[in-house]
C-alpha cells in the first residue's frame, strides 16, 4: 500500500480535516527539508551539506509518496530562503553554494531510492527497468563528457553536470516511487500550487513591499555581480542609450519580452517568481496550470495563465495553448492527437527557425551557433564548453552575429549547446523524455479510468513540447523546473499506471471519473 504523510497523524484526527492536516504537515516538512540547510549554511557549510543529505535521506525513508512534490517544492522555493539569509553571505562563491542545495536533495534522494531499487532483484520488473534504461544509458553519456570538460573548466563542468543530469535523476526516482502502487502522489503539490500563485500575484500587485520583504535587492546584486563586472550594462548604454541606473531596471522588458506586433512600445517589470528565474518561474507556472487543469479549477487554471502572460516567457505559454489544443482534439479524434500534435511541433520549430533567422533572433543564432561548433568538434567538447551557464554568452558580439547568421559558439540553445558538449550523444538525451512521452501515450490506452488516461496524455504532450522548446531555449531542458518537473510528473502518472494494470485495479471503475478536487485529485 502507498505511503502518505497522513499515515503519521493520530488516527483521532484523521477524520473530516485529514487533508489540510496533511496539507500543512507536508508544508512543515519541506521547509524544513529546504530552508534549515540554508540557515545552517551561514554558519558552516559543511554541517549544512552533511544535514541536507541526511534530512533527504530521512524524508525518503518516513514520507517517501511525497519526496516527487518535495523536490519541485525545493526547485521551486529554494531561492526564496537564500534570498531570505542572503544579506549574511559572505561573497558570491558563498551566494552560489547556498543555492546548490536543492540538487543535494535530488542526488541524495535519488541515491537511497534507486540504490534500494537495485539491490532488491525480486522488487524489480521487466516494464519498470525498460522504461528506466534510456535514462541509465543518458547518464553514461553524461558522465563520459563530464570528465572530458572537467580538465577542460572544472566549475563549468560542474554547472552543466547538474543541470543536466536532473531530469533523468528524477524520472527514474519519481518512477521507482510510483512503482509501489496506485495512488496520486502529486496531491502533495496542491497547496505549493496555491502559494506559488499567491506569490506571483503579490510580486505584481506589491513587488517593493515583497521584495523589502524577502531581501530581494541583496539576492539580485548577488545574481547580477558577473553581469555587472563583465562591463555589460555599460556596452547596452552604448549600443541602445538605455542607462540602467539600478538593479530594477534590468527587469524593464517589452510586454512579452519582443518587440514584434509592436509590443517594444509596452515596456513592463518582468516577474521574477519566487525561484528568482523569469522563464525557471514560466515553466513552473506551466506545470502549475497543467495541474490545475488536471484538478478542474479553471478560475485558478485562468490566473496561472494570466501570470504566465505577465511574466513573458513565451516557450512555456506555446507549450501550454498546442497542449490544450491537443487535448481538444483528443476529445473528438484521439487516434489521430499524437501524429496531429507531433506534426503541428514540427511546423511550429521549422516556422520559429526560419522566422529567428530573417530576423537574427538570438534563439535561434545560438542554435547555428552550435551546429556551426559541432562541424568543428563532431565527437563533443566536453561538458561546461559554451552556453550562458558557463558565462559566454555576455562575450558574444550580437551585432556580428546577426550579419553571419550564428554566434561563434554555441548560446541560448539546449539542443545547439549540448550538441557541442557531447556530440551525438545529445540523440540519446533527447531521446529519453521521447520514448517516456510515448510510453506513457501507449499506456493510456490501457489504464483505467478515464481521467487517468487523459492525465497521463496531458503530461506526455507537455513533456514533448518542453523538449521541443530546447532547439531554442537553454532553460527548457537545464531548469530543474521545466523538462525536470515535466518529467517528475510524467514519471508519476506512468508509474501509476504501469502499478494499475499489472495489479488489476479499478477495472470495476474503468471509464468512471476520478475523485474531485476535494478528496485524493484525479
Known amino acids: 500500500m502507498e505511503s502518505s504523510i497522513s499515515d503519521s497523524l493520530p488516527q483521532e484526527r484523521r477524520t473530516v480535516p485529514r487533508a489540510v492536516l496533511e496539507h500543512a504537515l507536508f508544508l512543515t516538512i519541506a521547509v524544513a527539508l529546504v530552508g534549515v540547510p540554508i540557515v545552517a549554511h551561514l554558519a558552516s557549510p559543511a554541517a549544512a551539506i552533511a544535514l541536507c543529505a541526511a534530512g533527504s535521506v530521512v524524508a525518503a525513508v518516513y514520507v517517501r509518496a511525497a519526496i516527487p512534490a518535495l523536490l519541485i517544492v525545493a526547485f521551486q522555493f529554494q531561492n526564496l530562503f537564500v534570498s531570505l539569509v542572503s544579506p549574511w553571505l559572505a561573497d558570491t562563491p558563498a551566494f552560489n553554494a547556498a543555492r546548490g542545495y536543492n540538487f543535494i536533495i535530488t542526488a541524495s534522494v535519488w541515491l537511497w531510492i534507486i540504490g534500494g531499487y537495485c539491490l532488491a532483484p525480486r522488487a524489480r520488473s521487466r516494464q519498470l527497468d525498460a522504461l528506466l534504461w534510456p535514462s541509465v544509458l543518458a547518464l553514461g553519456v553524461i558522465g563520459l563528457y563530464f570528465g572530458l570538460g572537467l580538465a577542460r573548466d572544472p566549475y563549468a563542468a560542474v554547472v552543466y553536470l547538474r543541470n543536466a543530469v536532473t531530469p533523468f535523476l ?15 502522489r502529486l496531491r502533495f503539490l496542491r497547496a505549493p500550487v496555491y502559494l506559488l500563485l499567491a506569490y506571483g500575484l503579490a510580486e505584481f500587485l506589491a513587488r517593493d513591499a515583497l521584495f523589502d520583504l524577502i531581501q530581494a535587492n541583496s539576492y539580485m546584486t548577488f545574481s547580477l555581480a558577473d553581469i555587472a563586472r563583465s562591463g555589460e550594462w555599460i556596452e547596452t548604454m552604448r549600443k541602445t542609450g538605455r542607462v540602467l541606473r539600478d538593479l530594477q531596471d534590468t527587469q524593464i522588458v517589452s510586454f512579452l519580452n519582443t ?35 488536471r484538478w478542474r479549477q479553471p478560475v485558478l487554471f485562468c490566473l496561472a495563465v494570466g501570470l504566465l502572460v505577465l511574466v513573458g516567457a ?13 487535448l481538444l482534439l483528443d476529445r473528438v479524434r484521439p487516434a489521430a492527437t499524437l501524429p496531429v500534435f507531433l506534426a503541428v511541433l514540427g511546423l511550429y520549430a521549422s516556422a520559429v527557425i526560419v522566422t529567428g533567422r530573417a530576423s537574427g533572433d538570438y ?13 568543428g568538434a563532431p565527437w563533443g567538447a566536453g561538458l561546461g564548453a559554451g552556453g550562458n551557464l ?24 539546449a539542443f545547439g549547446v549540448l550538441l557541442y558538449q557531447v556530440g551525438p550523444g545529445v540523440l540519446v538525451l533527447c531521446a529519453v523524455p521521447l520514448c517516456a512521452a510515448l510510453a506513457a501515450w501507449r499506456l493510456s490506452r490501457a489504464v483505467p479510468g478515464r481521467d487517468r488516461m487523459r492525465s ?44 494499475r494494470v499489472s495489479s488489476g485495479a479499478d477495472v470495476r471503475t474503468a471509464g468512471a471519473p476520478e475523485p474531485s478536487a476535494q478528496g485524493s485529485p484525479a
Not at 262 to 285: D, E, T
Not at 390 to 413: F, L, M, N, Y
Not at 460 to 485: D, I, K
Open 170 to 184: 528524477v524520472f527514474q526516482l519519481t518512477l521507482v516511487i510510483a512503482a509501489d502502487g496506485p495512488g496520486d
Open 259 to 293: 518587440d514584434l506586433f509592436g509590443f517594444s512600445a509596452i515596456r513592463m517589470y518582468r516577474m521574477l517568481g519566487p525561484n528568482f528565474h523569469a522563464i525557471s518561474f514560466g515553466y513552473g507556472l506551466l506545470l502549475a496550470a497543467f495541474l490545475l487543469l
Open 314 to 326: 513565451k516557450g512555456a505559454l506555446i507549450c501550454l495553448a498546442l497542449c490544450c489544443a491537443a
Open 363 to 375: 534563439h535561434v543564432l545560438g542554435l547555428f551557433g552550435g551546429l556551426h561548433a559541432f562541424l
Open 390 to 413: 558557463a558565462g559566454d554568452a555576455t562575450r558574444i558580439d550580437w551585432e556580428k552575429a546577426q550579419a553571419i547568421g550564428r554566434t561563434d559558439w554555441p548560446v541560448e540553445s
Open 456 to 499: 497521463l496524455r496531458l503530461f506526455a504532450l507537455g513533456t514533448l513540447a518542453v523538449t521541443l522548446n530546447g532547439l531554442f531555449q537553454e532553460e527548457a531542458l537545464f531548469a530543474p523546473l521545466a523538462l525536470g518537473g515535466m518529467m517528475i510528473a510524467l514519471a508519476d502518472r506512468l508509474g501509476d499506471g504501469l502499478s
